[in-house]
Nanobody, 119 residues
């Protein structure tokens, strides 16, 4: 089992920044690829960003490319999402998720943290 706890959400004005953190406990963190997803009211959950288990590879949704940066610190069992130039359409509940490095799907999810961007 992997337990994930997100933090760092809040209310910010458009153009501002937030950094989300996701602390992991349980199995060996460095064996898991990590992802961030978000779900806005009335919409389906969507992919935001992902990072490989080694940290060597990162992936982003087109909507956040150039504004968001995913990173991880395996010594602290933590993955981060730095969000800059925030837009009102970034408003959502943000979830982190863990995928074992040889698995095709994310098996573990956090409870989510709310990000609200005001115009």
């Amino acid at each position: 089992q992997v337990q994930l706890v997100e933090s760092g959400g809040g209310l910010v004005q458009a153009g501002g920044s937030l950094r989300l953190s996701c602390a992991a406990s349980g199995r060996t963190f460095s064996s898991y690829a990590m992802g961030w997803f978000r779900q806005a009211p009335g919409k389906e959950r969507e992919f935001v960003a992902a990072i490989s288990w080694s940290g060597d590879n990162t992936y982003y949704a087109d909507s956040v490319k150039g504004r968001f940066t995913i990173s991880r610190d395996n010594a602290k069992n933590t993955v981060y999402l730095q969000m800059n130039s925030l837009k009102p359409e970034d408003t959502a509940v943000y979830y982190c998720a863990a995928r074992y490095k040889y698995s095709a799907s994310y098996a573990y999810w956090g409870q989510g943290t709310q990000v609200t961007v005001s115009s």
